[in-house]
Each structure stands twice: as C-alpha cells, then as structure tokens.
C-alpha cells in the first residue's frame, strides 16, 4: 500500500512558477509509475502529466505540454511538478496518483491509478 502526500500548492498571480512535490512512503516507490491530476470545482478530475518509474519516459496534457515538466527522484521517494507560466484556468486541486506499470493506453485515466494522494489546492488569479 502506498501512501502519497502532496505539499506545494498555492496562490500565486498568473506567469507565476510552482513545485508540487509527492512524497511517497513506499520504499518500492521507485517501481511505481506516477502520475499527476487535477480537479476544479464541477469538473471531472483530469490527467495533467505522468512518468514511468525510471523517468526516462514523461506524457502531457496538451493543456500543459511546454510549461509544466514532471520529474523524480527515487532516492528521495517524491514526484515533482515544476508549472511555469501559471493560468488561472490551472487553478485546482492537484493530486498525485501511482499505478504499477506505465501502460500508455491508460495513463490519462484516473480509475486506472490504485494509490493517491489527498490533493493541493493551487489558485492562479488573473
């Protein structure tokens, strides 16, 4: 069982950058794939970006393709997301999910992600 814990959000004005980190209390983290997702009020949780567990391979949303990057660091057990230039239409509450295979038919799905994180809000104003 995997717990994850997200830290970093905020509110910050637009063009602003911000680094979402999920720590992961699992020592096998590094065997997981992880995945980022976000949900504004009356909408559907939606896929932002995922990484295999090596990092070698990383998928976007075409929404944040150029701007935001997703990263890792196994030694640390914590997955990153680095926004830049920061929209008020990003603002949501960001939750970090982990899956056991990277399978790209299915990283865009949420159901398909067995652990999660409890969410951090982050609020961009125009």
């Known amino acids: 069982q995997v717990q994850l814990v997200e830290s970093g959000g905020d509110l910050v004005q637009a063009g602003a950058s911000l680094t979402l980190s999920c720590a992961a209390s699992e020592r096998t983290f590094s065997m997981f794939a992880m995945g980022w997702f976000r949900q504004a009020p009356g909408t559907e949780r939606e896929f932002v970006a995922a990484i295999s567990w090596s990092g070698s391979s990383a998928y976007y949303a075409d929404s944040v393709k150029g701007r935001f990057t997703i990263s890792r660091d196994n030694a640390k057990n914590t997955a990153y997301l680095q926004m830049n230039s920061l929209k008020p239409e990003d603002t949501a509450v960001y939750y970090c999910?982990?899956?056991?295979?990277?399978?790209?038919?299915?990283?865009?799905?949420?159901?398909?992600?067995?652990?999660w994180g409890q969410g951090t809000q982050v609020t961009v104003s125009s």
């Open positions: 999910a982990a899956r056991h295979r990277w399978e790209a038919a299915v990283l865009t799905t949420p159901s398909k992600y067995p652990y």
